[in-house]
């Protein structure tokens, strides 16, 4: 690997588009892909359930790689009532997953192991909203954390505006940014949580017709198109996620080697004792 990612980071912007499945109809995942394919970028997508349109676009075993899963921990769920058969249940649904978000960022350690002895490396199971200079760090499991930078329903939540200028300060710093969006805010073009709440029953729509139902002013979909352009604009690196992970382990940047501890590298974080000189 020739780029110091992790270094890097400290003065520029590396950018990953994903996506949590959220049990979304097949349309919405569908519209979704549309507008990043018109862009040219990749799209991380975390499975909460089986989708015969994902299974038969992402045909290339790096593009299945990529995947992550979206379990649901919050009980009642339709994933299992104990955390072992949750964790078997989204792993049968993409046995090639490597990575993993959980709904509503649910997390502790015990969890955390339980997916590595499933042979996890990775998750993004982290919200950390528009905070500047984050990169991959380092956790007190095998796993290696990629924090998400944006996210929709954060956006709603602090009834942000939708134009770029409503986080345009915080893209223009340094740092990674994972971007995240669910497929129907994006193809309803939610522009708020309550439009969002008031169509829920859309999950169940599985026919024509959906279109009716998109907000018609600025939303999601929206500022979801105005990030992709400003992201091409400004020549950012766009990358899959389980790029961001290959580069960072390449950098020996994460926790463990073979189960076995093992302390940061000083060279990773492009760091030297301040005075001493360079060989």
């Given at each position: 690997?020739?780029?110091q ?5 400290a003065?520029t912007?590396v950018?990953?588009?994903?996506m949590d ?6 349309w ?16 991380t997508?975390?499975?909460t ?9 992402l045909r290339t075993p790096?593009?299945?790689l ?19 058969a949750?964790i078997?249940h989204?792993?049968?649904l993409w ?9 509503c960022?649910y ?10 002895e499933?042979g996890?490396?990775?998750?993004s199971?982290l919200?950390?909203?528009l905070q ?5 760090f380092?956790?007190?499991t095998p796993?290696l954390?990629l924090?998400?930078?944006w996210?929709?329903?954060f956006?709603t939540?602090?009834s ?6 409503s ?5 223009e710093?340094?740092?990674l940014?994972?971007?995240n969006v669910?497929?129907l ?8 949580d309550?439009?969002y709440e008031?169509?829920r ?9 959906w279109?009716?139902f998109?907000f018609?002013?600025r939303?999601?979909?929206t500022f979801f ?5 400003y992201?091409?604009?400004?020549g ?5 996620l389980?790029?961001?992970?290959r580069?960072a382990e ?6 463990f ?16 004792i301040p005075g001493?000189?360079?060989?």
């Amino acid at each position: 690997m020739t780029s110091q990612l992790i270094s890097d980071l400290a003065k520029t912007r590396v950018v990953s588009f994903t996506m949590d499945m959220e049990w979304a109809p097949e349309w919405a995942i569908r519209e979704t892909f549309a507008i990043t394919d018109k862009f040219h970028v990749p799209l991380t997508p975390f499975v909460t359930h089986h989708s015969e349109y994902l299974r038969s676009r992402l045909r290339t075993p790096e593009e299945r790689l990529d995947v992550g899963v979206h379990p649901n921990f919050l009980q009642p769920s339709t994933h299992g009532a104990t955390m072992d058969a949750i964790i078997d249940h989204v792993v049968a649904l993409w046995p090639e997953a490597r990575s993993y978000r959980a709904h509503c960022f649910y997390d502790h350690t015990r969890m955390n192991r339980a997916f590595a002895e499933r042979g996890f490396t990775y998750d993004s199971n982290l919200c950390l909203f528009l905070q500047p200079f984050l990169t991959p760090f380092r956790s007190g499991t095998p796993l290696l954390r990629l924090p998400v930078f944006w996210e929709d329903d954060f956006h709603t939540a602090h009834s942000l505006g939708w134009s770029i200028d409503s986080i345009r300060e915080a893209l223009e710093m340094p740092g990674l940014k994972i971007m995240n969006v669910h497929p129907l805010m994006v193809a309803l073009n939610c522009p708020d949580d309550g439009f969002y709440e008031r169509n829920r029953a859309m999950y169940d729509w599985h026919g024509d017709g959906w279109q009716s139902f998109r907000f018609a002013g600025r939303g999601v979909a929206t500022f979801f198109e105005d990030l992709l352009d400003y992201v091409r604009f400004e020549g950012l690196r766009v990358v899959r996620l389980h790029d961001i992970y290959r580069e960072a382990e390449a950098q020996f940047l994460t926790s463990f080697d073979d189960a076995t501890f093992r302390a940061p590298r000083q060279s990773t974080y492009g760091w030297r004792i301040p005075g001493e000189k360079t060989k």
